[in-house]
């Protein structure tokens, strides 16, 4: 049996977080669907007696073609201290020339700095040009 991943994010905000990375990653969406009667989750929650404190103690993100792992985002009490050990590259430009590669990586932090993510930095040297980015909650990751 060859294992699978799911990648998981501990977080404060799983509801936010999960937002953003959907557009960091197009194709990503929540796995289900509004069940039929209900306007909005809130009004579900409310009709099942979910109390406020346990509605966004996580969510899940899938891949529409199911190509890719599913992303997790979980509450935890603590909040990111340091550094990651482990980050995403979310891959932009692969296969366009220098300018067009140059132009989609700003394009695309721009699209997730108004997302809620913000640019830590810009590295361009003779390894190349990429953006490393901070998400909502200061997770880093690089846009290349």
Not at 90 to 102: Q, T
Request: include cysteine; glycine fraction near 8%.
């Amino acid at each position: 049996m060859i294992p699978d991943i799911h990648i998981v994010f501990d977080c404060a905000d799983p509801d936010r977080l999960a937002h953003f990375w959907m557009v960091a990653l197009p194709g990503y969406e929540f796995p289900y669907a509004l069940p039929e009667g209900f306007a909005t989750w809130e009004e579900w929650a409310d009709a099942n007696e979910i109390p406020e404190e346990k509605r966004n103690a996580g969510r899940t993100l899938v891949d529409r073609q199911g190509n890719r792992p599913d992303i997790f985002f979980l509450r935890v009490p603590e909040s990111k201290i340091t550094k990651n050990r482990l980050h995403l590259d979310v891959k932009v430009g692969r296969g366009l020339d220098d300018a067009e590669r140059r132009a989609r990586i700003e394009a695309v932090g721009s699209q997730l700095v108004a997302a809620g993510g913000s640019i830590f930095r810009r590295v361009d040297d003779e390894e190349g040009f990429w953006l490393v980015m901070r998400d909502p909650e200061g997770n880093e990751f690089c846009v290349n």
